[in-house]
């Protein structure tokens, strides 16, 4: 197993991570701001261009959770042998990534909501910086969630590879190649 592979499975075992990451972000993100005084973006806009994208960022977040919600549904009714195989190894971590996915869309959804209850014109409490944490926080478990999701699709297409193998193969032209190789070469 390759350093990659050893460190997507770290990142994978800990979503903890996400909220380490997220804080490294925006901390570097403040760093950044006290020491050159430029770069927070989210001054450049009004208060109420700022309460809108609080809106419309929880609207998103909350359709990602959504997207969450039936990716668990669809897991959960697939029954291919290695699906069954992986449920039964590995229970117990499945139902905590799953549930970490469903649990940082609501706080990432609460954060917003608190930021936007807080951020007044001139932002005196910092608010924004709580949205800031909350989109970092919420893109780092989208990613999460679609490298759940296509590792569990990637088994789920193994066992559908696996039942079809033994249907019927459809009947191929042999002397396809040939006619394909005879308009290339008759090509200007």
């Known amino acids: 197993m390759g350093v990659r592979m050893r460190i997507i499975d770290k990142w994978a075992e800990h979503a903890w991570f996400d909220h380490l990451s997220a804080v490294t972000a925006v901390g570097a993100h403040l760093l950044i701001i006290r020491v050159s005084g430029c770069g927070d ?5 009004s208060a109420n261009q700022r309460t809108d994208l609080y809106a419309a960022a929880t609207g998103a977040v909350s359709a990602l959770g959504g997207l969450s919600a039936i990716a668990i549904a669809i897991y959960t009714t697939v029954n291919g042998q290695r699906l069954r ?3 039964q190894q590995y229970p117990g971590q499945l139902r905590r990534s799953w549930r970490s996915l469903l649990q940082g869309t609501a706080l990432a959804c609460a954060l917003i909501l608190f930021a936007f ?44 590879v696996e039942e ?7 009947a191929r032209d042999p002397n396809w190649l040939e006619r394909r190789q005879r308009q290339y070469d008759n090509r200007p």
């Open 41 to 45: 973006w989210l001054t450049w806009i």
């Open 85 to 87: 195989a992986v449920r």
């Open 117 to 160: 209850s807080l951020d007044q014109d001139d932002d005196p409490l910092s608010a924004r910086f709580i949205f800031e944490y909350a989109m970092v926080f919420a893109a780092l478990r989208f990613a999460r969630f679609v490298w759940l999701f296509d590792r569990i699709m990637a088994i789920t297409d193994a066992d559908m």
């Open 164 to 170: 079809t193998s033994a249907a019927a193969v459809p």
